[in-house]
């Protein structure tokens, strides 16, 4: 095993954790689903009670792939897009500090997961287990833009049935 390879495990266990947690938080933490509902209505997530289940479904799901290293360029893509409507809906005109409610956290989890993308998951990952080498430039770029895609989609719906709710 090279040194390489386990601070690729590592960063990638710590990444897929994290938002893996954030998904289930989502689903069984204080307030459930409901809960997340309600905070989603009010940063402008419409409908909430299916943006509260997207978005759980999507961090367990990308933090998963991120953390055991299948389908690698897919987890890489949640994260970017997860990444991006967090930015839009609950960091946006706070500044660039996390410690305000900035968009310092989300930005550099983005940042980290795209470029992830870009070295792959290394050889301690189901992709490396099963023969798949999907890394590089051109998987990272795919990534982001599906990512991105995803993410102003995503974006774009919701605004477009908050202005048709408030007609």
Known sequence: ???ADLGLLVM?????VMLLLHGTNKVFGP?????TARWFESVGLRPAWL?????ATFEIGAGLLMAVGFLFP???AGFVGLMLVAGFTDHRGKGFFVFKGGWEYVSLVGLMAAALAAVGPGAL???QAIGWHLEGLAWAGCAVAVGLAAGLGLLT??????????D
């Open 157 to 166: 719906s919701c605004r477009s049935a908050g202005q048709a709710a408030a």
């Open 31 to 35: 307030g459930g689903l409901a809960g």
């Open 51 to 55: 943006h509260a289940r997207l978005a």
């Open 12 to 16: 990638r266990a710590g990444l897929g």
């Open 74 to 76: 897919a987890a890489g």
């Open 125 to 127: 990952s189901v992709d």
């Open 1 to 3: 095993m090279h040194a």
